[in-house]
């Protein structure tokens, strides 16, 4: 007798980090570059934020990260060991302080 179980997928965990960029008067920064690197594998995700100053990175793994965000006019805002758990769904705001015109 013949049993045929289907396919079987491997589970796949995925987290996701988002949040808003903000200047020191709380107004969104729009086209900030926002980067999470893995501090264990120095594996790196970039994404771009929106008109609404908001970023989402998805289908992170779990682990320990360093999470910087950089726009023109301001200085680069740097959040390490921002640490992401099995099918978390994190959220980290950062506010970015004014200064040196950076070169992107």
Not at 11 to 35: C, K, W, Y
């Amino acid at each position: 007798m013949s049993r045929y179980a289907g396919p079987v997928f491997a589970q796949f965990e995925s987290e996701t980090l988002s949040g808003v960029i903000t200047d020191p008067a709380n107004a969104v920064v729009a086209g900030a570059e926002i980067r999470a690197i893995n501090e264990a594998t120095n594996i790196e995700s970039a994404a771009i934020n929106d008109h609404e100053g908001r970023f989402a990175f998805t289908n992170l793994r779990p682990g320990s990260y360093r999470v910087t965000a950089i726009a023109k006019g301001f200085k680069e805002a740097v959040s390490p060991g921002v640490v992401l758990q099995v099918n978390q769904a994190a959220r980290l705001d950062m506010q970015l302080t004014t200064g040196n015109v950076t070169e992107q």
